[in-house]
């Protein structure tokens, strides 16, 4: 069955960088479009990045340009989160999305001092 | 940026009766690129419904899905007490692909 497992988080302090992975089984993972998504503690659901299937197009919120990149490795089923200059702001739980398949189960960044 | 709106905000009903939840979008959503999850507290999100109307693999048929353009709907038919969640629609049409505030659905 599908699975989307997300591992990486941890607490950061502000200015600091932290990689999210996500990897990913039970489907034909190179042909599908990834986002990541965060929500933050209390908070609704909030799109961050997205990675077409070959990755030669990415799009970015507004709130994390310029400080995340995503990236993926299709030979190894595996999407990845780069997290530049953290702030507080981006405490949140982490979750990758592919929209035809579903979420994983998320990985929790703190970034506190 | 795509402005998903989504209404009410919270839905209290009894089981066996039915939830329509709408989600109003601030243009057109291009070619229905719309989804819709639950999630119930500390949870991850669940896929129910993509492309407007298709049904997710494993959610059962009381969940349905209708709409395009700018107005869609979830419909939860035969309310069970497990329904209970914060219901989000998604347009994944063009980027950002923004997300709406939710509905808050209470079966008591």
């Known amino acids: 069955q599908v699975q989307l497992v997300e591992s990486g988080g941890g607490v950061v302090q502000p200015g600091g960088s932290r990689r999210l992975s996500c990897t990913a089984s039970?489907?034909?993972?190179?042909?599908?479009?990834i986002h990541w998504v965060r929500q933050a503690p209390g908070k609704g659901l909030e799109w961050v990045t997205f990675i077409r299937y070959d990755g030669t197009s990415k799009f970015y919120a507004d709130s994390v340009k310029g400080r995340f990149t995503i990236s993926r490795d299709n030979s190894n089923n595996t999407l990845y989160l780069q997290m530049n200059s953290l702030q507080t702001e981006d405490t949140a739980v982490y979750y990758c999305l592919v929209i035809t398949k579903g979420w994983g189960q998320g990985t929790l960044v703190t970034v506190s001092s | 940026e795509i402005v998903l709106t989504q209404s009410p905000g919270t839905l209290s009903l009894s089981p066996g009766e039915r939830a329509t939840l709408s989600c109003r979008a601030s243009?057109?959503?291009?070619?229905?690129?719309l989804a819709w999850y639950q999630q119930k507290p500390g949870q991850a999100p669940r896929l129910l419904i993509y492309?407007?109307?298709s049904r997710a693999t494993g959610i059962p048929d009381r969940f349905s899905g209708s709409g395009s353009g700018t107005d869609f709907t979830l419909t939860v038919s035969r309310l069970e007490p497990e329904d209970s969640a914060v219901y989000y629609c998604?347009?994944?049409?063009?980027?950002?692909?923004?997300f709406g505030p939710g509905t808050k659905l209470d079966i008591k």
């Open positions: 492309d407007a109307s």
């Open positions: 039970g489907f034909a993972f190179s042909n599908y479009g």
């Open positions: 243009q057109s959503v291009a070619s229905s690129y």
């Open positions: 998604q347009q994944y049409g063009i980027s950002p692909f923004t």
